[in-house]
């Protein structure tokens, strides 16, 4: 199984709003990413997770707050949002060794108005 | 600065012909990761390289790893509608650092 889930699919909501992406992987990996994409650009780095703590923060905005409550769950916080973080949010997942490769998730599409 | 670079960035072609998309850097990698990628959906791994040299044939294509370990090219034959799609280099470093390439957005029209 190299199935990694992420809910809600789509996501409308206001700039004063607050809400939750999830992610979840049962493959036993113990590196979770979260990455922001926009239209036919590369993904861009946000947060990297490995066993359960925030090894990597690409000076990303405090509005966006991660958490790992454990191995499989992969959480994004989301509070004052701007109508330029509307994107597609990956979750993704990996072995914590270097050289392995990392499994996506089919992303939440965030739309803030 | 990308530390990976694709090219052609897009490529449009008509259904049968063949194509290469190159992912080149001065950097090396530990791994090398091919996705592709359909719009509103997550990027699909496509395949691994890791030994400096490698070829690995997947259907209609063919991946390899640079001798060096710092290029890597994805060549289709007889590309089909199905085909299309954003494609995306990665490298591997230590400390969990993936490196995404800049992406080759190809279409193949029928």
């Known amino acids: 199984d190299t199935e990694v889930t992420q809910t809600p699919k789509h996501l409308v909501m206001g700039m004063t709003n607050k809400k939750s992406l999830k992610c979840e992987q049962h493959?036993?990996?113990?590196?979770m990413y979260w990455y922001k994409q926009k239209a036919k650009k590369p993904p861009e780095l946000m947060f990297v997770?490995?066993?359960?703590?925030?090894?990597i923060n690409e000076s990303v905005p405090s509005r966006f707050s991660p958490e790992c409550p454990n191995s499989s769950l992969l959480n994004l916080h989301l509070h004052a949002l701007q109508p330029e973080d509307s994107a597609l949010y990956l979750c993704?997942?990996?072995?914590?060794?270097?050289?392995?490769?990392?499994?996506f998730g089919p992303g939440t599409r965030l739309t803030v108005t | 600065t990308q530390l990976l670079e694709q090219s052609p960035q897009f490529l449009s072609i008509q259904e049968g012909e063949n194509l290469t998309v190159y992912c080149n850097s001065s950097?090396?990698?530990?791994?090398l990761q091919w996705y592709r990628q359909e719009p509103g959906e997550g990027p699909v791994l496509l395949v691994t390289?890791?030994?400096?040299?490698e070829v690995k044939k997947l259907k209609r294509l063919t991946f390899q790893f640079g001798d060096a370990r710092k290029d890597s090219s994805l060549h289709i034959t007889a590309a089909q509608p199905g085909d299309t799609g954003l494609y995306l280099c990665?490298?591997?470093?230590?400390?969990?650092?993936?490196?995404f390439g800049t992406g080759t957005s190809l279409t193949v029209i029928p």
């Open positions: 993704a997942s990996s072995q914590v060794s270097s050289g392995y490769e990392q499994y």
């Open positions: 493959m036993g990996h113990r590196a």
């Open positions: 997770y490995s066993y359960e703590k925030l090894s």
């Open positions: 950097s090396v990698f530990s791994s």
């Open positions: 390289v890791v030994t400096g040299g």
């Open positions: 990665a490298g591997a470093r230590t400390g969990n650092q993936f490196y």
